[in-house]
Every structure is written in C-alpha cells, then in structure tokens.
C-alpha cells in the first residue's frame, strides 16, 4: 500500500532553515509527481510546490518563491523540501502528497502522508 | 485569486443531501476539468474524494458525487451520515503562476 512519512519539522527562530523529508514506498516513486501542500493552524490547505517525476521541473507557489526549494531522489525514493528564511507565517503542517502518473494527463492529490509540523517563533 | 470560494459552513440531517459550491474562474475550474475534491476529518490529513470533476477513486462511497457548470464545481452527499461530518476542500489545477489552487473550505455539520 502506498505509504508517505514526513520528517524534519520542528521549533525554528525566524530567519533560521530546516529541510523536510518525506520517504515514499508502496508505488512505483520515479513514475509520480511529488507535491507539498501546507496548512497553518486551524486554516486551509495551501499548495507550496511540485516536483516532476523525473525530477527536472519545480513550480512554487508565490508565498514561497525564493525561499523554498522542492528536490527529490528516486535512487532513494525520498522527497525534500528545503527551506530558508522562514517566517512566522510559514508556521503550518507540511504534508508530502503524490501526484500525477506521468502520462495520465490529470492533475490531483491521491495520497497524502500525516504531516510535519514546522512552528517558526522566536 | 489566492483561493476558491467556498461557503464556511452547510449543514443537513442524517438521511438528507447537501451540496457545496466552489467558485473559481476562467483560468481554473472554468479552464480545466482538473477539480478535485477533499475530505479533513480533524487532527487527519485529507482524503481524495473525487478527481476529474466528477470521478470517484475506489473507496470513495457512491455518495459523494461532483459536478461543474462553467466556473463553479460542486459536490453533493447523498444520504447523509455522521460520519460525514468534516471539512471538505475543493482544489482546481489553474493555468495562472500558481498552478494549483485550493477552496476556502467548508465545514460539514451533520445535525
């Protein structure tokens, strides 16, 4: 069965880095694109970034642009998510979610992991 | 647009149908037949309930049903149950920078 676990989070001053993991196994990982979606506390889902399956191509949402950085090793099976400059805003669940086959023309999230927490405070 | 809009709340009685709009545009639900629809019970990550606008992946129950009609998806529950009691999320693929955009959410009170 499809499995996503996340790990990395944790207690961060403004300013500081941290790099989320997130280990995939069950399903074929170099075949699916890789997403982060986030929620802050009590509030939405927002989407932060994708990764193809290959690896070569990352969209970022705005809010994250620049100070965030989607990777992922297929040789491991492991998506990262790296990020810099953290804001107090950035305080949210990150979750590692699959994506789209390669190939199937579709666009959604099927499979979600239980989330990191990442809390930015001074 | 930073969201999809969604009404905060809708309640109904066990035995009864809902439905929940999702408002977009042009460049999302209007553009694209990528609507996608989740479910959050509290505390859990979310579900996948309907993708393609209106195609349930195996496991989702028949009650759960979606549409779109030009900008605006919904999603209908049928014979309404306890458990259905959650927050549900739209989500859209959007050709604008953003590439992908979620609802505002709603919170499903069964009653």
């Known amino acids: 069965q499809v499995e996503l676990v996340e790990s990395g989070g944790g207690v961060v001053q403004p300013g500081s880095s941290l790099r989320l993991s997130c280990a995939a196994s069950?399903?074929?990982?170099?075949?699916?694109?890789m997403h982060w979606v986030r929620q802050a506390p009590g509030k939405g889902l927002e989407w932060v970034a994708v990764v193809s399956y290959d690896g070569n191509k990352n969209y970022y949402a705005d809010s994250v642009k620049g100070r965030f950085t989607i990777s992922r090793d297929n040789s491991k099976n492991t998506l990262y998510l790296q990020l810099n400059s953290l804001r107090g805003e950035d305080t949210s669940i990150f979750y590692c979610?699959?994506?789209?086959?390669?190939?199937?023309?579709?666009?959604?999230?099927?499979?979600w992991g239980q989330g990191t927490l990442v809390t930015v405070s001074s | 647009q930073s969201a999809l809009t969604q009404p905060a709340s809708v309640s109904g009685s066990p035995g009864q149908s809902i439905t929940i709009s999702c408002s977009g545009t042009s460049s999302d639900i209007g553009g694209h037949n990528y609507v996608s629809w989740y479910q959050q019970h509290p505390g859990k990550a979310p579900k996948l309930l309907i993708f393609d606008v209106s195609n349930r992946p195996s496991g989702t129950s028949y009650r759960f049903s979606g549409s779109k009609s030009g900008s605006t998806a919904s999603l209908t529950i049928s014979g309404l149950q306890a458990d259905d009691e959650a927050d549900y999320y739209c989500s859209s693929y959007t050709s604008s920078s953003i590439f992908f955009i979620f609802g505002t959410g709603t919170k499903v009170t069964v009653l």
């Open positions: 979610v699959r994506g789209s086959r390669y190939g199937s023309g579709s666009f959604y999230f099927d499979y």
């Open positions: 069950g399903f074929t990982f170099s075949s699916y694109a």
